[in-house]
């Protein structure tokens, strides 16, 4: 990229082309209806001298005058800055025009060119847009001006004030084209390609038909490896978490952005890592949803802001792999330009590229160069519980160290609980603050006062408590919540089950610490009637590789046989379990990661009293009986042969609904309970034994399920380390294979 650097008289002289390296000054960038083309000042012209007599030279002069006005040294016009004798220089000017005119502090628009094709991306892409008159008069901005310039090109506003491109519907992006002309007909199309985020080399002659074949080539191999990409959206993810803890209540994270270990980290440039650690139920997770919607309105148009929320219940979102896919699949979303570090290997290898056993060092290398893109804007990147990516987190650990050291155009924030193997790994960074919520107790003491009186409120206003129960109750969480939004919201989830009759005598049954609560729960359930149950539900929910539905979950216990099509039932027996599991849109999860912690280091002897092992076993042979008697050779009925997976919708009723966590992690429960060699019987696997037995029955029908569940890649893997047992005897494993997505 040229510029032009226009002094005080002005004059203005053409600067040498900026590396892709050298940082580029602030500049002004012109949008104007082309004259003809002997009137315009080209290149050749800035070159040599000449062009001051030509009627465009006016546009120039303009733009330089109103540069300066608005404190700017540099322009850009396209009439002159681009050499297009150089092939190549096109090329890539052409490329890469609608990001100039993002990155320009100004767009001035002269004259009247709301019908010329390559003035819709000089629309769209700058922040800042002004009309002028042919005499010079300011006629207003893209704001001001916004309902006239909607009416005007059918741009939908929500376009016009700067929303992401990629959620337009391409059709719809391809329509605000159509009443548009070039002088060539191919710059209809290569007028579009910033709109796309795509890169195509322009072939002038082609004609327009080839060139939107072209485009539109280009386009779905885009959307195909962003699809490949996505293996969660953490827009939903944080959506969903908000919604499971009530809304987010800003007297409960606002005191966070106050602190001076926060205003040092968003204010100075060298201090690009934040770590905000603290123990378990001390809101970290709601801390930082609070911190990305402050993000998110004070730099919405000037910086990307990507984000990931780990869970180790959830073996789709608890390893480094998933972190990089989650935090690329949001940065591509919102500059799709990036796409292209992934796309030359993602055109070779496919899906592949994401979820083979190379899957982290590719990604890892292509998230390096993403964030030294000299094209990236400034860029937020937040991660949520470091403690719970359960896989290869010293390598995540690790990148967030060189990358926080490499590129100055990215600033990291983290949570997660105290634990000093990720302090040891984050000590290498430099200018790192720790933000501890141990040493901010007071802070936290307020904003946990003010969640329970806000959870209180809604309480009192449910339950209809009278003015003493109601103070009975705020008396008894402020003295024992011990500063743990968790615990709060615990003791508040138990209340609303319970009558307010007598409340004030109840509330002893709660005593103080996330622990300690945790206890009681379970000596309630290990006291019920229904307590063999129960611990049967915990014991699968704490062992399976991600959270399984209700129906799911009739497949796994044998108690619960029959029920697959009776959810309610499912519902209300899940419910016996007390607080510990909660149920978001049919799904089981714990209700707190220390949940799971303190079932499986403190009350394993109560959950788990043959041992861990035990109810792997028990899941691996549920499954394979479900299957057995389920499976059949074109469960879908779907008829003819080759349909992709992509195009086939689920029916109604789905056969496959209570059997898709049996038909992907059977082989994996298989695993967990080899491991333990004293206990594993290999004669499951020999000739005649279940294994074995079901294979030979059933191999193809299995395939055949899990491929119409999209994890066919992982069935194959599962085929081949099943014999891995066999051929070792003991059970030894080597990579487990539910680190395969």
Known sequence: ??????????GCR????????????????????????IDEVNFDDLIKHTGADKPGYEKIRFCAEQARRDGLEYIWIDACCINKDNK??????????????????RCYVYLKWFTRGWTLQELLAPRVV?????????????????????????IPEAALRGGLLSRFRISDRLSWMEHRQTTREEDKVYSLLGIFGVHIAPFYGEGMGKALTRLQDEINKLEQCTRDLHITDPQRDKARIEETKGGLLEDSYHWILETPDFRRWQEEPQSRLLWIKGDPGKGKTMLLCGIINELSKSTAETSLLAYFFCQATDSRINSATAVLRGLLFMLVSQQPSL?????EEHDQTGKALFEDANAWVALSDIFASVVQDPSLKITYLVIDALDECVTDLPKLLDLIVQTSSASSRVKWIMSSRNWPDIEERLERAGDKIRLSLELNADSVSAAVRSYIKHKVSRLAQDKRYNDQTRDAVLRHLYTNANDTFLWVALVCQNLEKMSRFNIIKKLEVFPPGLNSLYNRMVQRINTSDDADLCKRILATVAVVYLPVTLQELTSLVEDLDGLAENPDSVR??????????????????????????FLLKETIDIIFPSGREVAHYTIFSRSLLVMSNALRRDIYELGALGCSTEQIAQPKPDPLTALRYSCIYWIDHLYDYASNHSMFDVSVLQSGGVVDSFMRKKALYWLESVSLCKSLSKGVVSTGESGYILDNGSGSRCTPIHHVP
């Open 14 to 37: 053409l600067t040498e082309a900026f590396s892709s390296n050298e940082a580029i000054p602030p500049y002004a960038i012109l949008s104007h209806t082309w004259g003809a083309e």
């Open 1 to 10: 990229m040229r510029l032009l650097q226009c002094d005080g008289t002005g």
């Open 339 to 343: 796409i292209s570090h992934l796309r």
């Open 88 to 105: 190549a220089e096109l090329s890539k000017a052409i490329n890469s025009m609608f990001r100039w005119y993002g990155d320009a502090a």
């Open 572 to 597: 209300e027996i899940v419910d016996l379990c007390g607080s510990l599991l909660t149920i978001r849109d049919g799904t089981i999860y714990f209700v707190h990661q220390s949940a799971k912690d």
């Open 130 to 154: 002004e009309f002028f008159s042919r005499q010079r008069k300011r006629l207003g901005d893209k704001d001001s001006l916004r309902q006239q310039i909607h009416e005007i090109t059918a």
